[in-house]
């Protein structure tokens, strides 16, 4: 039974509440749902029903695709200015010979490590100091450029262009076109956590506010830019709070077009200042990212980290909305590790991205950042590598059987 045979058979069924038959009819109909309809979801959405309207979804846009990248991660430090309840990564300024930072010439050492790997992005995030300011970030993203022209540099998120433009007593708008001209491309999504402020105040109440968060990806869309969005979810916040973040960026989807892919992110509850907090199960997590593709319905791309779920997730995710798992990161990046990640040492081959996503019978697309077809495999063939272990298949029963 294909996608559309399931939400027909779905919405045939006479057992179905009437709020969520109505929602299930708007989503055959590509009909947007509501605030209302969101938090229903949250409320009501078993993870059945939520996956056949969500797979309904992630079809009609883009079949068995499923999208990965060859990149690496450069983390400049892990020291920062700021103090969010959830973090297990940072260290504070006062902590900072716990941390790391690193200066230009040591994050264009690890350029040069990829010189003859055919990697098509370096992702840039981690802490806020005083010192990695706007010459420190032009500087590193000129010399990346004129190094390896063709690196897309994803970098940085409004949390430290907030604070590197104040620094600089620079507009918004004239920060993010400064450091384009410098070489940046686009923006990875992170720092949006929580928008509310009853929640933001919270878990993270010294660094950008959500309108500041905003603000920048709009001024990095207005001059052409591309850009990605989180929400950490699984923490002190309610339901209407995850559905009033979504709506914020969809009202800035409508304005705008920039951001290419909506990525819900787990709270892990590993050493920080919430580890009181457990952390909430995979059924939620499918849930939730079952309701991200149904509400966000003008974002092409629903993301899934497979270093920060797990592979095994990363699978099950495949069929509740998501269609790209990030990529191979080739073990340069702490963030999720230090949060309690199932992956300590995150890094998979090619193979062992293609294998995981033809082991759940989707079509592995690697990509550039901006969603480009860099190489097709669904017919391709690795040669033969005992090392790597068969991996499962899931058979659903959301998907694989009648409701
Ligand atoms: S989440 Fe980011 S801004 Fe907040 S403390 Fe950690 S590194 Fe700093």
Known sequence: MDAKNKL?????????????????????????????????LYEKGELSYLGVLANYIREKKHGDYTYFNRNFHIEPTNVCVYDCKFCSYSRLV????????????????????YDNEPVTEVHITGGVVPKQNLAFYSDFFRQ???????????ALTPVEYYYIFKKAKLSHYE??????????????GGGAEIFHPEVREKIAHDKCTAEQWLDIHEQAHSLGMHSNATMLYGHIEEYWHRVDHMERLRQLQDKTGGFQAFI???FRNKENQMSHI???????????????????????????????????????????????????????????????????????STKELVDLIKDVRR???????????VTDYKDVVFEADESTAKKKYYALPVLSSEI
């Open 264 to 266: 819900p992110l787990k």
């Open 8 to 40: 027909d058979f779905l919405l045939q069924d006479v057992h179905l509440a009437t709020d969520l038959r109505a929602i299930a009819a708007k989503v055959l109909a590509g009909t947007r749902i509501t605030f209302e309809e969101g938090v229903l």
């Open 144 to 154: 990346c450029k004129a190094h390896r022209p063709d690196l897309h540099i994803k």
């Open 278 to 348: 457990p952390e909430v199960s995979v059924i939620e997590d499918l849930r939730n990212y079952a309701i991200a593709r149904i509400y966000m319905d003008n974002f092409p791309h629903i993301k899934a980290y497979w270093a920060m779920i797990s592979r095994d997730t990363a699978q099950l995710s495949l069929a509740f909305g998501v269609d790209d798992i990030d990529g191979t990161l080739d073990d340069t990046t702490k963030i999720y590790s230090m949060a309690g990640a199932e992956e300590q040492k995150p890094g998979m």
């Open 94 to 113: 006062k902590e900072r010979a716990e941390g790391w930072e690193m200066e230009v010439a040591g994050m264009m050492d690890i350029v040069r490590k």
């Open 175 to 188: 920060g993010m076109k400064y450091l384009k001209e410098a070489g940046l491309d686009s923006m990875p």
């Open 363 to 373: 079509h592995p697309i690697e990509r550039d950042t901006l969603y480009k077809v």
